[in-house]
């Protein structure tokens, strides 16, 4: 009940769109003052939450102290390996970018415990440059262009000609990295799971608690907590997101949630065949989206690349119905010059385009996002389960 009670705690502090004082975050979960105090101030010491001065107020009574998120406290540190670059940043519990580091570089020409070691190396400096920073690095998340098994298997990585690597083992192999727990995923996965932070995941339900705090206006809301049932007025995301970079991913979000499939192997649309009898792929078929619309096909010219991507992208639409499909990595930054003709192949092959067009974006992280997501991937799992951190963290100083 503890654990639950702190992560509906912080969640109703992190959820806010101000800095709640304790009699607010009381109100907006139920829970009594006295609970809520002994809570805010287990957060507080474990470097989960700090305490703001108020406002100046112009009435009667004391202003109330403010709560918000701590930014020299646990941090992710998001990794992504592709064919032409490496890259690490660090980020805050508060979602804000505190390191960055990108290498440009072809790994395709390296094995994988080569390019893994230079990976963990650029990861070391980014760890050691944020704890210089007051932070303290409470894991880290790998994307990576290809499928991911339990463990960190990476099963295969067609485009940096991967097969069964186990990519945590050769990331521990860094000393500065050897105590740290670290994850793999797909790229656009994390991608995906990144963008829909920053875009948000739940409508602008929220009620007015106690000195104007706004506050979730349940608990179930302020808690994330997906088995508390669908908060009433709450509209959840759904969109597809698609990663342009020398292979194509997609990560599919629905209702607010990550859909991987059942092995975890959803989202391979670069190798949706578009042209069946058109050139072959490095996965053995012929005429797949990547061979028009990945990163060495655009760069070279390729007129097709655009009505390439509509076709694969209104099959998506009429099978899974989703509104939104949101262009990221190598495409975000051209998305004008792609737009037009994308649009044109939606309009012309989705069933129910003219019921509802559907909408077609940027991403917001741009070509970071699948790092970000990475680095949100672990905030997100701190933020979800403050118990687990503050026993870590006592555990660091017996």
Same mark, same amino acid.
């Given at each position: 009940? *503890?654990?639950?009670?702190?992560? =509906?705690?912080?969640?109703?502090?992190?959820?806010? $769109?101000?800095?709640?004082?304790?009699?607010?975050?009381?109100?907006?979960?139920?829970?009594?003052?006295?609970? #809520?105090?002994?809570?805010? @101030?287990?957060?507080?010491?474990?470097?989960?939450?700090?305490?703001?001065?108020?406002?100046?107020?112009?009435?009667?009574?004391?202003?109330?102290?403010?709560?918000?998120?701590?930014?020299?406290?646990?941090?992710?540190?998001?990794?992504?390996?592709?064919?032409?670059?490496?890259?690490?940043?660090?980020?805050?519990?508060?979602?804000?970018?505190?390191?960055?580091?990108? %290498? /440009?570089?072809?790994?395709?020409?390296?094995?994988?415990?080569?390019?893994?070691?230079? =990976?963990?190396?650029?990861?070391?400096?980014?760890?050691?440059?944020?704890?210089?920073?007051?932070?303290?690095?409470?894991?880290?998340?790998?994307?990576?262009?290809?499928?991911?098994?339990?463990?960190?298997?990476? *099963?295969?990585?067609?485009?940096?000609?991967?097969?069964?690597?186990?990519? #945590?083992?050769?990331? /521990?192999?860094?000393?500065?990295?050897?105590?740290?727990?670290? $994850?793999?995923?797909?790229?656009?996965?994390?991608?995906?799971?990144?963008?829909?932070? #920053?875009?948000?995941?739940?409508?602008?339900?929220?009620?007015?608690?106690?000195?104007?705090?706004?506050?979730?206006? $349940?608990?179930?809301?302020?808690?994330?907590?997906?088995? +508390?049932?669908?908060?009433?007025?709450?509209?959840? +995301?759904?969109?597809?997101?698609?990663?342009?970079?020398?292979?194509?991913?997609?990560?599919?979000?629905?209702?607010?949630? =990550?859909?991987?499939?059942?092995?975890?192997?959803?989202?391979?649309?670069?190798?949706?065949?578009?042209?069946?009898?058109?050139?072959?792929?490095?996965?053995?078929?012929?005429?797949?989206?990547?061979?028009?619309?990945?990163?060495?096909?655009?760069?070279?010219?390729?007129?097709?690349?655009?009505?390439?991507?509509?076709?694969?992208?209104?099959?998506? #639409?009429?099978?899974?119905?989703?509104?939104?499909?949101?262009?990221?990595?190598?495409?975000?930054?051209?998305? %004008? *010059?792609?737009?037009?003709?994308?649009?044109?192949?939606?309009?012309?092959?989705?069933?129910?385009?003219?019921?509802?067009?559907?909408?077609?974006?940027?991403?917001?992280?741009?070509?970071?996002?699948?790092?970000?997501?990475?680095? @949100?991937?672990?905030?997100?799992?701190?933020?979800?389960?403050?118990?687990?951190?503050?026993?870590?963290?006592?555990? *660091?100083?017996?």
């Amino acid at each position: 009940m *503890r654990a639950h009670n702190l992560a =509906l705690v912080l969640q109703t502090v992190a959820n806010s $769109t101000n800095q709640p004082s304790r009699a607010a975050v009381s109100a907006a979960t139920g829970l009594t003052r006295a609970t #809520v105090s002994a809570l805010v @101030d287990d957060l507080v010491s474990g470097g989960l939450l700090v305490e703001v001065d108020p406002p100046p107020r112009t009435g009667a009574g004391r202003p109330a102290v403010g709560l918000t998120l701590t930014s020299t406290g646990p941090a992710g540190l998001g990794l992504e390996i592709n064919v032409d670059y490496l890259a690490a940043c660090v980020v805050d519990l508060t979602g804000a970018v505190r390191q960055r580091f990108v %290498e /440009h570089a072809d790994q395709r020409p390296a094995d994988p415990a080569q390019a893994l070691a230079t =990976l963990g190396a650029l990861a070391a400096r980014a760890r050691l440059a944020a704890e210089a920073d007051g932070l303290t690095v409470a894991g880290a998340a790998l994307a990576v262009p290809g499928l991911v098994a339990g463990g960190g298997l990476v *099963r295969v990585a067609p485009n940096l000609g991967w097969q069964d690597i186990d990519a #945590v083992a050769e990331l /521990h192999r860094v000393p500065e990295l050897a105590d740290l727990p670290v $994850t793999v995923d797909n790229e656009a996965n994390l991608a995906a799971l990144g963008e829909l932070r #920053v875009t948000g995941a739940v409508g602008p339900s929220t009620a007015d608690g106690p000195s104007g705090d706004t506050l979730p206006s $349940t608990a179930a809301e302020s808690s994330g907590n997906a088995g +508390a049932g669908r908060p009433r007025h709450v509209e959840k +995301a759904s969109f597809l997101y698609v990663s342009g970079e020398i292979g194509i991913g997609a990560g599919l979000v629905l209702d607010g949630e =990550l859909y991987r499939g059942v092995r975890g192997w959803s989202g391979e649309i670069g190798h949706v065949t578009v042209y069946p009898d058109g050139r072959p792929c490095r996965c053995g078929s012929r005429g797949c989206l990547e061979q028009y619309a990945g990163q060495e096909a655009l760069e070279s010219g390729e007129p097709l690349a655009a009505a390439a991507l509509g076709i694969a992208l209104s099959a998506v #639409v009429n099978l899974l119905d989703v509104p939104v499909i949101v262009l990221g990595g190598a495409y975000a930054p051209i998305f %004008e *010059r792609l737009r037009e003709g994308i649009e044109a192949e939606l309009r012309q092959r989705v069933l129910t385009s003219g019921l509802a067009p559907v909408a077609l974006r940027p991403a917001a992280l741009g070509a970071d996002a699948a790092m970000r997501g990475a680095a @949100d991937a672990i905030i997100r799992a701190v933020r979800e389960d403050p118990a687990a951190w503050l026993r870590r963290s006592s555990q *660091r100083y017996v």
